[in-house]
C-alpha cells in the first residue's frame, strides 16, 4: 500500500473540501433563508473568478483592488439576481423555483463563455503561489494552504456573523419562521437581498480562490454540482452541515480515487463516487447528518 | 392567475360517466385531431428535407416530453434524469439490436420496456423523498448512468457509441427520411392516444390526486409508492422509446448526446408548453427546437449591424433557451397551452370576454 499517496491525497482531499464546504454553505444560506435552491452556484463561482481575473488581466488592477471590486460586483450582481428573477416566484411550486434557476445557470454559463472565452486561463503568478512547501514529510503548494486559510477565515465570519451580529440574527429568525420575523420588525425583503448578496459574494472569493489554485474556466461551474452531495450527506438547512458534507465528498473524492488508481482500476470513480453516495444517503437518512426533518401536519 | 373558462358549446350536456370521461372534450376536437394527423401524413412527401427532419425530431422529442410530463405535470414529482432516460432507450434498442439479432422495429419499444425497469429502479428513491430531495436524487441518477455509459462497452460501446441500423418492416426498408417519419408519426399519435388515455383511468385519476395532495390520496387509498413508482415507470417508458427513435434515426448512438443539458431542455419544454397538459406539450417542444433556430437567424441578419453577435451566434442560441425558461417562469408559469386557452376563450365568448 502507497501510504505517502494515501496520506498526499487526503490533504488534498481535506483543502479541496474545506473549499466545497464554503461554497456548500453558501448554498445552504440561500436555501435556508429563501427556500430556493440555486442551482446557479456554480456559475456565480465562475463569475467571480472571470471578474477578478479580467480585472487584473486586462485591466492591470492591482490584485488586491480587483479582488474588493469582485466583492462589491458580486454582492450587487446577487442582489439584482434576487429582485429580478426570484421575488416574482415566491410562492410559486417548486418545480418552478429550481427551473428558474436552472434556467439562469444555461443563460450564465453560454453568457460567460462568450465574453471570456472558452479556455481556461490563470492568475498570473502573484504569491508564488506555485512554490510547494514542505509539511511533515507532504509537499503542498502554497496555493492550497492559502486557501485552507481563506476558507476557514470564511467560515470564522459566518459563525461570527450569525452569532454576533443583529444581520446575523435576523436573518436566522427570518429563516426559522418569516411570518414571525415579519412581525416583530424584520424586513424579510431585506433579508433575503441579503442572503443572495452574502451567497454571491462568498462563492465569488471561493472562484477566486479556485482560480488561483487551478485555473479560471467554465468546468469550475462544476463544484455548483458537487455541492449537492455535499449538502445532502449534511442536511439541506444547517451551515455545520454544509461544512461537514464538504469535507467528507472532498475526501471521499481522494479516497475513491486512491483506490480506484491503486486497486480497482475501473476510471472516473474521482467524479461519480459522491453521486452513489449521494444516493445512498438519500435511501437510509435522507434529512442527512444534521438536517431538520420535516414533520408534515395534517 | 384569473381562472380561464374553458366553455363547451350550448346544449353539449354530459349525461353519463362515460361521456364525462370520452377521450376527447367535443366532437369538433377530435375530429380536429384526425385531420391533424392526416394532414401531416399527406403533406409529408412535399416536404422538404429540412421540414421532415424537423417534424421527425418534434415527434421524438414530443414522445420523451409527454413521459416527463405524466412525472412532472400529472404526478408532481421532478426528475433532473430524463435525458439519460432517454439516452438509455437508445443504447438499449442498439444493444438489443446487435447482441440478439432481433429486428429493430420490434427493438424499438423493447428499449423502452428496458428503460422503464432502470426508471423504475432510479425512482425507488422517490417512494420515501420528494421536492427538492428527489430532484438532486434524479440528478444523481442522471450522472451514474451518463458514467454508465461510458463505461460499460458490452452494452453501449463505451466511448466508441454503437451502430444503430434503421428498422424495416417485412422487408420494407424505412431507410430515407419519409418513410422513417411515418414510424415516428404512428409511434408519436399511439403515445398521445395513450397518455390522454391514461388520464382518463383511474391510474391518471391516482396520479393526480397524489400531485394534489397527496395525504388526502393516501387517505382515500391511493397507494403513494406504488404510484410514485409506476409514474417514474411510464414516464421512463416514454423515454426509451423516443431514445430508441432517436437512435435508429441518427443510426449512430455516442454517450456525448445525453447530458444534463438534454434533461434540462425536456423540463424546459414540458414547463414552457405547460404542465400536465398533452397538446401543451407537443407546442413546447416546438417552441424549444424552433426558439435557437430562429435566434440564429436573428442573429446573422442583425450581425450586419452588429459584427459582435456574428461570433457569439452559438452563445446566442444557448442563452435563448434558458432566457426562454426564465422568462415563461416570471410571465407566463402556465405556458404556452394557457395562452391557447384565453384566446379560445375570448373568441367564444366574444364580445364579452376581454
Known sequence: ?298 | MGHVPNPRPAGDFRTSYIDDASLFKTRFEGRAAVAIVVALAVAAPFLSNYMLSQMILIGIYSIAALGLNILVGITGQISLGHGAFFGFGAFASAWIVNSFGIPAIIAIPLAGVLTTAIGMIFGVPAARIKGLYLAIATLASQFILEDFFARADWFSGGVYGSLAARPSIFGFALDTDLRYFFLVLFWTVVSVVAVTNLLRSRDGRALVAVRDHYLSAEIMGVNLTKYRILSFGISSFFAGLAGALFGHYLEFVSVEGFTILLSIQFLAMIIIGGLGSVYGTILGVIFVLLLPQVMEMAATSAADLVPALASGKAYIKEMSVGAAIILFLIFEPEGLIHRWRVIRASWKLFPFAR
Not at chain 1, 462568450?114 to 486561463?121: E, L, P, S, V
Request: net charge neutral; aromatic share 12%.
Open chain 1, 1 to 298: 500500500m502507497n501510504t505517502e499517496l494515501l496520506l498526499q491525497l487526503l490533504v488534498n482531499g481535506v483543502i479541496v473540501g474545506m473549499l466545497y464546504g464554503v461554497v456548500a454553505m453558501c448554498f445552504v444560506l440561500i436555501y435556508k433563508s429563501t427556500q430556493v435552491v440555486n442551482f446557479a452556484q456554480g456559475e456565480f463561482l465562475v463569475l467571480g473568478g472571470w471578474v477578478c481575473l479580467s480585472l487584473v488581466v486586462q485591466m492591470g488592477l492591482p490584485f488586491i483592488l480587483a479582488f474588493i471590486f469582485t466583492l462589491v460586483f458580486m454582492a450587487i450582481f446577487g442582489i439584482l439576481v434576487q429582485q429580478i428573477i426570484l421575488r416574482p416566484l415566491i410562492g410559486e411550486p417548486i418545480i418552478s423555483v429550481i427551473m428558474v434557476t436552472i434556467g439562469l445557470s444555461i443563460f450564465m454559463q453560454s453568457l460567460m463563455n462568450w465574453i471570456f472565452g472558452n479556455d481556461a486561463k490563470r492568475f498570473p503568478d502573484i504569491f508564488g503561489s506555485l512554490s510547494v512547501i514542505t509539511i511533515g514529510g507532504l509537499n503542498v503548494e502554497t496555493a492550497y494552504v492559502m486557501s485552507l486559510v481563506l476558507s476557514l477565515l470564511i467560515m470564522a465570519v459566518f459563525y461570527f456573523f450569525f452569532r454576533f451580529t443583529r444581520h446575523g440574527l435576523a436573518m436566522r429568525a427570518t429563516a426559522f419562521n418569516q411570518q414571525i420575523a415579519q412581525s416583530l420588525g424584520i424586513s424579510v425583503k431585506q433579508t433575503f437581498a441579503m442572503a443572495w448578496a452574502i451567497s454571491a459574494l462568498v462563492s465569488g472569493v471561493a472562484g477566486v480562490v479556485m482560480g488561483i489554485v487551478s485555473a479560471v474556466s467554465n468546468s469550475l461551474a462544476f463544484v455548483g454540482i458537487k455541492v449537492f452531495p455535499a449538502v445532502i450527506v449534511g442536511g439541506l438547512d444547517s451551515i455545520v452541515g454544509a461544512v461537514v458534507g464538504g469535507l467528507i465528498i472532498g475526501v471521499l473524492e481522494n479516497l475513491a480515487e486512491f483506490a480506484d488508481g491503486e486497486y480497482l482500476h475501473i476510471g472516473n470513480l474521482y467524479t461519480i463516487a459522491p453521486f452513489y453516495v449521494l444516493i445512498v444517503i438519500l435511501m437510509i437518512k435522507p434529512y442527512g447528518l444534521f438536517g431538520t426533518k420535516d414533520i408534515e401536519r395534517i
